[in-house]
């Protein structure tokens, strides 16, 4: 079976097992453990190796991101370059129970992002070349714009991190994902995304 249909597959099984426990929309709490749960690092790896050869080639990250929302049981994750004081969209993965509607509208919103945006947490990662975290209450983060496409994501928190050129230490884009783990920093999710995003701007 293809690696995708068992991401997929394995998807589906935990979304039966939580499935008594979930209300229509609204996420239910894991923690950073649950989260990281069935994270395979063989898979992880090599995504860590296609990002890098899809950043360096310019190609789309919708499928890698894609199986990273599947393996990691989060519910949308995206990828932005910084050209020119935008935020570029360049890839958009997500969970497969997600209203198109609500995905179709949240890649039309991000498609081009100025930084003077900063209700998102894309943009406060970019800005300040720092990690954002943001809630499913704005009033725990500040970042009414990302809290609204949290809410609407089903998610309870999403973690935007930058990423670092090596060789200029500029920053040349933003990684996010929403989850519906509570994250904080240094957790498993943290971790990963850091990981990711320095493997790109290791290739940049």
């Known amino acids: 079976m293809p690696l995708l249909e068992r991401l997929r597959s394995s998807s589906a099984l935990w979304s039966q097992e939580e499935e008594e426990e979930e209300e229509e929309n609204i996420a239910s709490p894991r923690t950073p453990k649950q989260w990281h749960r069935n994270l395979n690092l063989e898979i992880k790896m090599g995504l860590k190796e296609e990002f ?120 040349s884009g933003v990684l996010a994902v929403s989850t519906s783990a509570f994250v904080e920093e240094d957790d498993a999710l943290w971790q990963t995304l850091i990981g990711l995003a320095d493997e790109l701007g290791s290739a940049a």
């Open 52 to 171: 890098r050869s899809a950043w360096l080639s310019g190609n789309s990250f919708d499928e890698l991101l894609e199986r990273f929302v599947i393996e990691t049981a989060s519910r949308a994750s995206g990828l932005w370059r910084l050209q020119e004081n935008h935020l570029i969209l360049v890839g958009f993965g997500w969970a497969s129970d997600m209203p198109q509607d609500v995905s179709l509208g949240f890649q039309a919103a991000t498609r081009r992002v100025p930084l003077d945006q900063i209700g998102l947490g894309i943009v406060k990662a970019a800005v300040t070349a720092k990690p954002a975290i943001g809630r499913r209450d704005p009033k725990e983060s500040g970042l009414d714009g990302s809290a609204t496409w949290i809410a609407k994501f089903g998610a309870n928190t999403s973690l935007a991190v930058p990423i670092r050129q090596k060789e200029t230490n500029r920053i």
